[in-house]
């Protein structure tokens, strides 16, 4: 086949499809400079993988699907109609395809195709692992990265599979067997090529744009010795079963790689799959019957798939393990708090009467003291403000600390939100930013414990603040939609601040307590910068 697109391959990660209207000047030379990054690497990863090819598809070895992925999973899902127009650019650049006839618009479509069903695919993923609790260890991350990368693929197979039913003359395929076979082999290449050159680039990725606080686990001796004496383990007895003439099966270097990705993760999974790849891409490089190559390029994307997946399993149980001890951390953090509660409802019930005695003599003294000297009553008025603010203060002590707080109650959002903005007001203010509290509507009801929800919009509110920095604005809204509730907490991601210190706790409590009333906590950030943290709580009084 002349070109990638007309054999059926898709040569040819958390944002919003659509860019926002009126982009950065700075911006703008970022996703330029993305796009022609993207365009060389593209034309080399496709004359590179002209090695694996054979009759009916184009290479079962496709890096520049890696390259694809890699982007549209770190820059967003925005970027697929740009990153199709330039795969259409490479094509028609190099004499790949060529626009001629009356299947022009066939011939376009199939080479934008693949980009668009990766694009999909990304999008899909990341919205059914959106919602997904945090200790669990199959959508937690780097999860929905490795399910993405499967999916993708497929997902372009699949959405190449109408036209080569339809209209195989485009393709140079005859029959049903060569469809398949055609389909089979670019999918075979885009697995490859994702599973062995997207990881490598978005590590390399963090670890220039957004190192992490994370110290690196480092294994120790023996565990370096068990992974490289199973994998050895593993190519030994495949190298035994080819001498014997049973071919090259890959039953045990998956066996070996799924057990290096199990107990050390994706990391050691990619390496050790990368040293089989070093062995397997040479020799189907050469010249080799096509059901051959076939055949040993669905060994290595059988092993990728279940090396890769195996990491990213055991990498996400550490993640969950982790999310699960900090929670326990803060359970034992809240039996404390339980106890000092204890102790100071008692302080504050043992000064609230002293206190309340006081106030009522110092407005006394205040009253008398008209008409004396100036001096006199510029004291008593102080004395009076002084002890009445005092009280206000210990009576809303007893107020939170109270039993009461712990029953749920109506509360309006408008009561909510005249709570957080005293609590959260002069930490926003000391970071240099603002809240901004848009209009909203005073019948929306819901039923809750103010102080814990109060709690959770507090810290929402806070971590905003420290991402938007000085100069910034948080702003909150809420809406009604169905039944439910929505409230925003939005600021202005600011990519040049620091990463903050932190473990994510008030991101843990806050979910916690909106998930033990009922609600869900979201976080994305769009095309346009902005950070969005979506709260979902049931309204009173509407049906579900």
């Given amino acids: 086949m002349a070109s990638r697109l007309l054999s059926f391959a898709p040569g040819e990660r958390r944002a919003p499809v659509l860019a926002g209207l009126h982009p950065t000047a700075s911006r703008l030379r970022t996703d330029a400079l993305l796009l022609a990054l993207y365009a060389a690497g593209f034309l080399l990863a496709h004359a590179t993988a002209v090695r694996w090819g054979g009759d009916g598809y184009y290479s079962l070895w496709f890096p520049a699907a890696g390259l694809r992925f890699a982007l549209l999973w770190r820059a967003g899902v925005r970027f697929t109609l740009p990153v199709a127009a330039v795969e259409l650019a490479a094509n028609l650049a190099t004499g790949a395809v060529v626009l001629r006839g009356e299947d022009w618009a066939l011939v376009v479509l199939s080479v934008i195709r693949p980009a668009l069903a990766y694009g999909l695919a990304i999008y899909a993923v990341q919205w059914l692992t959106r ?11 780097p999860m929905p990265f490795a399910l993405a990368s499967v999916a993708a693929p497929f997902a372009a197979a699949l959405a190449a599979l109408p036209q ?10 005859a029959d049903l067997r060569s469809v398949v076979l055609s389909l089979s082999a670019f999918t075979i290449g885009d697995l490859l090529g994702v599973l062995l050159v ?3 680039l978005l590590w390399v990725a963090d670890a220039v744009l957004a190192p992490s606080a994370r110290p690196v686990r480092r294994p120790s001796p023996a565990l370096l010795v068990e992974a490289f004496g199973v994998l050895l383990a593993g190519l030994g007895v495949a190298g035994g079963l080819a001498w014997i003439g049973l071919g090259l099966q890959p039953a045990p270097a998956l066996v070996a790689i799924a057990w290096v990705g199990l107990r050390f993760g994706r990391v050691a999974a990619w390496a050790a799959l ?13 010249a080799m019957e096509t059901g051959d190559r076939l055949q040993l390029h669905l060994g290595l994307a059988t092993i ?4 890769y997946l195996a990491g990213s399993f055991a990498d996400a149980q550490i993640q969950a393990r982790e999310d699960l001890a900090r ?3 803060l359970l034992f953090q809240a039996e404390r708090l339980k106890t000092l509660r204890a102790m100071s409802v008692a302080v504050i019930h043992e000064i609230s009467q002293p206190l309340s005695t006081l106030s009522i003599e110092a407005r006394h003294l205040h009253e008398s003291a008209q008409g004396a000297s100036p001096e006199v009553e510029k004291t008593a008025a102080l004395i009076h403000a002084k002890a009445t603010q005092l009280s206000d ?7 939170y600390g109270g039993r009461a707080v712990d029953q749920p109650t109506p509360l309006p959002l408008t009561a909510l939100f005249d709570s957080v903005l005293p609590l959260a007001g002069p930490e926003v203010t000391a970071l240099g930013a603002r809240i901004t509290i848009e209009p909203l509507d005073a019948d929306i009801l819901i039923e809750g414990q103010e102080v814990e929800l109060a709690q959770a919009l507090v810290n929402l509110v806070r971590n905003a603040a420290q991402a938007c920095g000085r100069g910034g604005e948080v702003v909150l809204s809420a809406r009604k939609e169905g039944a439910m509730a929505i409230i925003t907490v939005a600021n202005r991601h600011r990519a040049d601040l620091p990463p903050q210190p932190g473990m994510g706790v008030g991101t843990l409590v806050a979910r916690a307590i909106l998930e033990a009333h009922g609600g869900t906590l979201t976080r994305e950030t769009g095309s346009d910068a902005m950070v969005r943290a ?3 709580l049931p309204l009173i009084g509407v049906p579900e």
Avoid: Q, W, Y
């Fill in 131 to 141: 919602g997904a609790k945090a200790d669990d260890a199959f959508f937690a991350p």
């Fill in 164 to 173: 080569a039913l339809l209209r195989p003359e485009l393709t140079g395929v």
């Fill in 198 to 200: 997207a990881p490598p």
């Fill in 274 to 286: 990368l040293c089989v790849a070093a062995i397997v891409l040479p020799l189907s490089a050469g």
């Fill in 304 to 307: 990728a798939v279940a090396g």
């Fill in 327 to 329: 929670r326990d951390r």
């Fill in 393 to 399: 203060l210990v009576r809303r002590l007893r107020r």
């Fill in 534 to 536: 979506t709260i979902t």
